[in-house]
């Protein structure tokens, strides 16, 4: 298994709608995670941590399912301005972190 | 709070001429800044970790004598493209570590640059 994978998509999603997406990583021992946001050409900005109990903000829901070794992004009543990629990240040895090759979501009028 | 500049945003240069990037923490101290590169979809890949006052450690694959990383203070991190070649042209991104206790994995990202070598 890859260190962190992703589905590239892309998702294209009416807007309105509820779009869901996972990203598995191999490190068992992996504590905490993130879900950063990246617009075309721009640098990744952080959207949500994800740490045992999962996460919610506003539209926005992680989920960490450790025994699967996966976490999940899910956005609820989407709009056109989610679309983007969205980069799930596991940290890894030596304070580093790993980014997956992100899923990209299209939000459709 | 916890910006972080890039400068330039955008370069292009001839094959063989070298260029810097000056990675900047504008309203904290980074006792470490991260190089990263990212081909056209592609997602981010780490290059090297830059310390304050000590030298970068590079990532498997990365060549240190063509990528020179200096860290000569706590808000301040370049990154040097030797010997340029197309091959090289990339988004390269830097993001810094606030140096205060806080979350091990805090990082800010700058905006990136756009390297075209011709």
């Known amino acids: 298994r890859k260190e962190v994978e992703q589905d590239p998509g892309p998702f294209n999603v009416p807007e309105g709608a509820t779009v869901a997406f996972n990203c598995t990583y191999s490190?068992?021992?992996?504590?905490?995670f993130f879900w950063y946001r990246q617009d075309c050409r721009k640098e990744p900005k952080l959207l949500m941590s994800?740490?045992?109990s999962g996460n919610e903000d506003g539209r926005f829901t992680a989920q960490l399912n450790r025994a699967s070794q996966y976490i999940s992004l899910l956005i609820r009543d989407s709009k056109l301005s989610d679309s983007a990629t969205y980069l799930c990240?596991?940290?890894?040895?030596?304070?580093?972190?790993?980014f997956g090759k992100g899923t990209r979501l299209h939000i459709l009028p | 709070g916890a910006v972080v500049s890039q400068h330039p945003s955008w370069v292009i240069c001839k094959s063989g001429t070298s260029v810097k990037i000056e990675c900047r923490s504008l309203?904290?101290?980074?006792?470490?800044m991260f190089w990263y590169r990212q081909f056209p979809k592609q997602s981010l890949m780490l290059m090297a970790t830059?310390?304050?006052?000590?030298?970068?450690?590079?990532e498997q694959g990365v060549e240190k004598d063509k990528f020179l990383i200096n860290h000569a203070s706590l808000t301040l991190s370049t990154l040097t493209v030797t010997s340029a070649h197309p091959e090289d042209s990339s988004f390269y991104i830097c993001?810094?570590?606030?140096?205060?206790?806080?979350?091990?994995?805090?990082?800010?990202f700058g905006p990136g640059t756009r390297l075209t070598v011709t």
């Open positions: 994800v740490y045992s």
């Open positions: 490190n068992s021992a992996s504590q905490s």
């Open positions: 309203d904290f101290q980074a006792t470490t």
């Open positions: 990240v596991v940290p890894h040895r030596d304070d580093k972190i790993i």
């Open positions: 993001s810094a570590r606030p140096h205060r206790t806080g979350t091990t994995y805090e990082q800010y």
């Open positions: 830059s310390n304050e006052g000590s030298k970068a450690t590079y």
